[in-house]
Nanobody, 123 residues
Framework: QVQLVESGGGLVQAGGSLRLSCAASGRAFINYAMGWFRQAPGKEREFVAGISWGGRNTNYADSVKGRFTTSRDNAKNTVYLQMNSLKPEDTAIYYC????????????????WGQGTQVTVSS
């Protein structure tokens, strides 16, 4: 397994930006596709973005397309989520996750999860 630690969350006004980071340790980072998910109070955890092993391919939820960008630096064992034009409805705990098989939207395909970082967007 790989251990994941998210950082970069915080409070931001609507229209602002944040960049989340997720640092990985343990097994070789290049062996994992990575995903970002979020969970708002009272709601199911939902897919936000995914990125392939080498970083060439990405996948986004419709709700964040054009506003969020995920990238990875395999030399630093880190994946990023750049969030622009934030909206109050983006408020949630954001989790990064690792998968040996997919960078798609299915939670079940991700076997390792971080502890999450809170993002709050004020109106």
């Amino acid at each position: 397994q790989v251990q994941l630690v998210e950082s970069g969350g915080g409070l931001v006004q609507a229209g602002g930006s944040l960049r989340l980071s997720c640092a990985a340790s343990g097994r070789a980072f290049i062996n994992y596709a990575m995903g970002w998910f979020r969970q708002a109070p009272g709601k199911e955890r939902e897919f936000v973005a995914g990125i392939s092993w080498g970083g060439r391919n990405t996948n986004y939820a419709d709700s964040v397309k054009g506003r969020f960008t995920t990238s990875r630096d395999n030399a630093k064992n880190t994946v990023y989520l750049q969030m622009n034009s934030l909206k109050p409805e983006d408020t949630a705990i954001y989790y990064c996750a690792a998968s040996s098989s997919s960078y798609g939207s299915r939670r079940a395909e991700f076997g390792s999860w971080g502890q999450g970082t809170q993002v709050t967007v004020s109106s």
